[in-house]
């Protein structure tokens, strides 16, 4: 009578424990940032590679960058700490919605913040630190000379942040302007000379950096100039740009978009030194100027935040074609990307590239 053998039970294998880890981290780093949510369920090391953040360092050195949205949301009838949000792509269709960041640092509503690469910068009453956009570990980068008072006007140009509205601890009236490398971490502070404080722009300044060059703007007749080149603030009204609100903006390809008086997309045609709206796309879901902010999107599109309703947030990303003289837009997609319980504002919108 033949015997049968009784076959012994496989170990499973975990195939990732085969991998190097290098080489893992190299595959993970290539992945665009909206599969990452996906393929962190894949097994535990994939999980802990991308919520270590070891990949956005590899991802740097490839050269390789994507936008990351990050939205803090408030509510009208408490004074409680903003709730952040990250714009992420989903995994099956090209629709975009707003994942919660538990784990993005408490932030005091007093210190400004400011995007700079692939981090965000925290202007504190005495010092600067930074959160990382990937893992968004905070720690200080500098002490400052300057005091901070909340009400400061920020550009960032070439990898360095200015700060505008500072002052002496022991003398209000001596203001400065801080510059930081965010390469290095250095900073550098100078003082304003006493005839150029006039010039220092405010908060309620709309700016835009277009060709190297900060443009601060209040009204169409009301326009200071900052040259990072020459470190100088300079009156310049003829500069200004025309009658708009300018409560949002953005540059694409070096053209500069707004929204219109009547909520419209336009950009700027320095030529002939007039604003002409964005073709193909009157459609457009409707929304409110002052419930608007563009972005420039992996630097070739534009995303346009809208809130609907104080409940909702929509998305509108729309490929740009210049075509003659006239740009042409085509929306790729629009959806609601959150619902709120209650109704909310939004506080702060920042845009890092990691």
Avoid at 176 to 191: A, C, F
Wanted: proline content about 4%.
């Amino acid at each position: 009578m033949a015997t049968t053998e009784k076959s012994s039970p496989r170990k499973k294998i975990s195939w990732d424990r085969l991998i190097p880890d290098e080489i893992i981290n190299q595959c993970i780093a290539r992945v665009p940032l909206s599969s990452h949510g996906a393929m962190s369920l894949i097994s535990k090391q994939i999980g802990s590679f991308i919520n270590g953040g070891e990949i956005f360092g590899t991802r740097s050195g490839l050269g390789i960058k994507e936008t990351r949205i990050l939205v803090a949301i408030g509510y009208k009838e408490d004074g409680s700490a903003a709730e952040w949000y990250s714009l992420v792509k989903k995994f099956c269709n090209d629709d975009y919605v707003l994942r919660p960041v538990p784990s993005f640092p408490l932030i005091n509503r007093k210190e400004a913040l400011v995007a700079a690469g692939n981090r965000v910068f925290v202007l504190g009453p005495s010092d600067i630190s930074s959160v990382e956009g990937g893992t968004y570990n905070k720690k200080i980068v500098s002490k400052t000379k300057a005091v901070h008072y909340g009400d400061e006007v920020t550009a960032v140009v070439d990898d360095k942040i200015y700060v505008f509205g500072g002052c002496s601890s022991e003398d209000s009236a001596l203001s400065y302007l801080e510059i930081l490398d965010v390469s290095t971490n250095k900073l550098e502070t100078l003082p304003i000379p006493e005839q150029d404080r006039a010039l220092i722009p405010r908060s309620n300044s709309w700016r835009v950096v277009w060709n190297g060059v900060v443009y601060f703007i209040r009204r169409d007749d009301d326009c200071v100039v900052f040259d990072p080149k020459t470190r100088k603030l300079e009156r310049k009204d003829d500069a200004s740009m025309g009658d708009r609100m300018y409560l949002t903006s953005c540059v694409i390809d070096n053209t500069i978009y707004t929204v219109g008086w009547e909520c419209d997309i336009e950009y700027f045609d320095p030529e002939c030194r007039t604003w002409r709206a964005v073709k193909g796309i009157e459609k457009l879901a409707e929304f409110e100027l002052f419930n608007t902010s563009l972005f420039n999107f992996n630097n070739s599109k534009l995303m346009v935040f809208h809130q609907r309703s104080p409940e909702e947030i929509w998305f509108t990303l729309i490929s740009l074609e210049k075509r003659g003289i006239e740009m042409w837009g085509s929306v790729d997609s629009c959806n609601c990307g959150l619902k709120l319980e209650k109704p909310a504002i939004i506080r702060q919108l920042l845009s890092l590239e990691i």
